[in-house]
């Protein structure tokens, strides 16, 4: 039970009118005069205001007694999907289901729920029987071509996205999973009948004009990519992959500054994005403005020190900025990490062949061409 001194707490920092709903809505329930809708809508309100606790526990209340009807029920399960307690949501759905087996909703939303944890083999199960229960319905197909495409089973799942097509032949979701399919079996005209397909049934899809765009880019249509990739972002504002997919094609149409504005964009939304780190960096390496490519360049290594693209341009920066002994630090921890990159054994050249060491500046262009042919050198190396 809600106590009437935590009134003015669950209602702080809402609007004046939801707080109003709150209170009346909590003195019916502390007089027990409210209805099982209300109390529904109080939980949902204890949710919404991040008083978390007390909202599942009335919802799970709710849920054990005999109060609701399988709509209430379904809200129920809906709310608690949205918090993320999808175990108490699928409990809800076995309620459901043993209310009604012949219904395929209940089911669907199961192995919906199921896949979203990760148990894929459960969430197939929960799919096929959804199907078994309601099979012109694409979307019960297209979720399980969800599942076995997460499970790695692309044949399987290209079949059922066929199969929502051929039953709803304007399902723009299936129409984008198949043309991704599609991609990865290399069939790039194919994949992009497919996306134009996604796009022209349902415009309104960023994550459609995203594929296309991308599908663009790999053809080497990249004004094309870019017309996508906008298209998406009126849509999807906030989308990382949107901005970071829009900033690369950009870049490699050498339109700098308009790619830099994109990368920030990603900042703005993931301070801490290392791929728009890395390539914020890269772009102020390529203007020549080495101090402030330096700073993000060394923000990406912090958050990746591994990556050994990122430790070299790092390197790079400190080579520009005439600190050799950084540089030298960067490129041997390049070294150690991947033996095989040979662009930094001609980097390691360039350095000794500043301080005119030109023993040790020899013995690193030899040890790049060998590299870079992907030879093995033999003989004694320089010592460091």
Same mark, same amino acid.
């Given at each position: 039970?809600?106590r009437?001194?935590?009134?003015?707490? +669950?209602? *702080?920092?809402?609007?004046?009118?939801?707080?109003?709903?709150?209170?009346?809505?909590?003195?019916?329930?502390?007089?027990?005069e409210?209805?099982?809708?209300?109390?529904?809508?109080?939980?949902?309100?204890?949710?919404?205001?991040?008083?978390?606790?007390?909202?599942? *526990?009335?919802?799970?209340?709710?849920? =054990?007694?005999?109060?609701?009807?399988?709509r209430?029920?379904?809200?129920?399960?809906?709310?608690l999907?949205?918090?993320?307690?999808?175990?108490?949501?699928?409990?809800?759905?076995? $309620?459901?289901? @043993?209310?009604d087996?012949?219904?395929?909703?209940?089911?669907?939303?199961?192995?919906?729920l199921?896949?979203?944890?990760? /148990?894929?083999?459960?969430? +197939?199960?929960?799919?096929?029987?959804?199907? =078994?229960?309601?099979?012109d319905?694409?979307?019960?197909? #297209?979720?399980?071509?969800?599942?076995?495409?997460?499970?790695?089973? #692309?044949?399987?799942?290209?079949e059922?996205?066929?199969?929502?097509?051929?039953?709803?032949?304007?399902?723009? /979701?299936?129409?984008t999973?198949?043309g991704?399919i599609?991609?990865?079996?290399?069939?790039?005209? @194919?994949?992009?009948?497919?996306?134009?397909?996604?796009?022209?049934?349902?415009?309104?899809?960023?994550?459609?004009?995203?594929?296309?765009g991308?599908? #663009?880019?790999?053809?080497g249509? %990249?004004g094309? =990519?870019?017309?996508?990739?906008?298209?998406?972002?009126?849509?999807?504002?906030?989308?990382?992959?949107?901005?970071?997919?829009?900033?690369?094609?950009?870049?490699?149409?050498?339109?700098?500054?308009?790619?830099?504005?994109?990368?920030? %964009?990603?900042?703005?939304?993931?301070?801490?994005?290392?791929? =728009?780190?890395?390539?914020?960096?890269l772009?102020?390496?390529r203007?020549v403005v #080495?101090? $402030?490519?330096l700073?993000?360049?060394?923000?990406?290594?912090?958050?990746?020190?591994?990556?050994?693209?990122?430790?070299?341009?790092?390197?790079?920066?400190?080579? $520009?900025?005439?600190?050799?002994? *950084?540089?030298?630090e960067?490129y041997?921890?390049?070294?150690e990490?991947?033996p095989?990159?040979?662009?930094?054994?001609?980097?390691?050249g360039?350095?000794?062949e500043?301080?005119?060491?030109?023993? /040790?500046?020899?013995?690193?262009?030899?040890?790049?061409?060998?590299?870079?042919?992907?030879?093995?050198?033999?003989?004694?190396?320089v010592?460091?």
């Amino acid at each position: 039970m809600l106590r009437w001194d935590r009134l003015f707490d +669950i209602a *702080k920092g809402e609007g004046g009118e939801e707080s109003r709903d709150i209170i009346r809505l909590t003195k019916k329930f502390e007089s027990g005069e409210a209805l099982p809708e209300e109390r529904l809508e109080l939980a949902e309100h204890l949710l919404k205001g991040r008083n978390l606790k007390k909202g599942e *526990k009335m919802l799970m209340e709710l849920m =054990a007694s005999d109060d609701l009807d399988e709509r209430l029920l379904e809200e129920a399960c809906e709310l608690l999907e949205q918090v993320g307690r999808y175990e108490l949501a699928l409990e809800g759905y076995h $309620k459901i289901r @043993s209310i009604d087996p012949r219904r395929a909703l209940p089911v669907y939303r199961m192995g919906r729920l199921l896949e979203m944890q990760g /148990k894929l083999e459960e969430a +197939i199960l929960h799919h096929k029987q959804a199907i =078994a229960l309601e099979s012109d319905n694409p979307e019960c197909y #297209y979720r399980l071509g969800v599942s076995f495409m997460k499970n790695h089973q #692309y044949e399987e799942a290209e079949e059922q996205y066929r199969k929502a097509i051929e039953i709803d032949p304007t399902h723009s /979701k299936s129409y984008t999973n198949l043309g991704y399919i599609l991609d990865l079996q290399g069939k790039r005209e @194919s994949a992009l009948l497919q996306f134009r397909k996604a796009v022209q049934h349902n415009p309104k899809s960023a994550e459609a004009h995203f594929n296309l765009g991308a599908l #663009y880019g790999e053809e080497g249509d %990249r004004g094309q =990519a870019i017309k996508e990739f906008r298209i998406g972002l009126e849509i999807d504002a906030a989308s990382v992959d949107g901005h970071y997919n829009l900033g690369l094609a950009l870049m490699n149409e050498g339109r700098l500054n308009d790619a830099e504005e994109e990368f920030k %964009r990603i900042l703005k939304i993931e301070h801490d994005n290392v791929n =728009a780190l890395f390539y914020l960096g890269l772009l102020y390496y390529r203007k020549v403005v #080495y101090a $402030k490519a330096l700073k993000h360049l060394q923000q990406a290594s912090r958050l990746n020190p591994g990556n050994t693209t990122i430790l070299y341009y790092v390197g790079e920066c400190f080579n $520009k900025l005439e600190q050799p002994a *950084k540089a030298l630090e960067f490129y041997k921890k390049v070294t150690e990490i991947n033996p095989a990159d040979s662009k930094v054994y001609f980097s390691l050249g360039v350095i000794y062949e500043k301080q005119d060491d030109k023993r /040790k500046a020899s013995e690193y262009y030899k040890l790049a061409a060998l590299k870079s042919h992907g030879e093995t050198p033999g003989g004694t190396m320089v010592p460091e």
